[in-house]
């Protein structure tokens, strides 16, 4: 059965998020977490086919759209089923393999659909998995000095609330000093398409 979803968004982003990948990107394996439809996943396991792209999600619906895209793109065995992980639930449960070759983590588009402490959970768990120099990207759109980089963003920002009181686009300085807590540091803030951000942060030392 096909399960694949299609988001326009990935469509619009993944040749630009794929970039700034290639610049950090090594070997090993890349754990994402809210992989959401599977889309970017599949895209950059073919991008970077030297690396394990290893998906992650915790919701059923996407899980199976993640499946459907891995068969379809003919990844099956090159590319892992994507694994059961609720941000917040702590310790994630992840397979041996994957923790030794983990040379880094990127979350797309999460952190502004999830309430505060799912990034406090995202940096905290990524803390303990990644050791000094791996990296941790995070994609989407952030406040800055706490104010919107764009009229855009301040409308889906309330459009987000609307949906749901905790979720919102989140204060970069705020994520920062949460990275500093779990021993990261910020290394690059890249400008997007679309008002959006990547961000760049390293583990400064050894778990």
């Known amino acids: ?3 694949r979803l299609f988001y326009s968004s990935t469509q619009r982003n993944r040749d630009c998020i794929g970039d700034v990948l290639s610049r950090i990107i090594k070997k090993g394996s890349v754990l994402e977490i809210g992989s959401g439809s599977g889309e970017h996943g599949v895209v950059f ?3 970077f086919p030297g690396i394990i792209w290893q998906t992650s999600d915790p919701e059923l619906v ?5 499946s459907s895209w891995i068969e379809y793109e003919d990844l099956t065995k090159n590319m892992p089923q994507p694994l059961e992980i609720d941000v917040e639930k702590i310790p994630w449960k992840i397979p041996l393999r994957l923790a030794h070759s983990l040379q880094g983590i990127v979350s797309i588009n999460m952190i502004h659909v999830a309430q505060w402490s799912c990034t ?7 803390g303990k ?8 990207i995070l994609y989407g759109p952030f406040k800055i000095c706490n104010k919107h980089t764009s009229e855009s963003n301040y409308f889906f920002d309330n459009s987000l609330k609307m949906q749901n009181g905790l979720w919102g686009i989140k204060n970069l300085e705020e994520v920062c000093d949460e990275s500093k807590k779990n021993g990261f540091s910020q290394e690059d803030i ?3 398409p679309a008002n959006n951000f990547s961000i760049i942060y390293r583990k400064i030392f050894d778990k």
């Open 129 to 136: 998995l990644l050791n000094k120099g791996q990296f941790l």
């Open 45 to 47: 396991q073919k991008r």
């Open 62 to 66: 996407h899980r199976k759209s993640i």
């Open 120 to 126: 406090v959970a995202l940096f905290r768990e990524s």
């Open 1 to 3: 059965m096909d399960n």
């Open 190 to 192: 890249i400008k997007m």
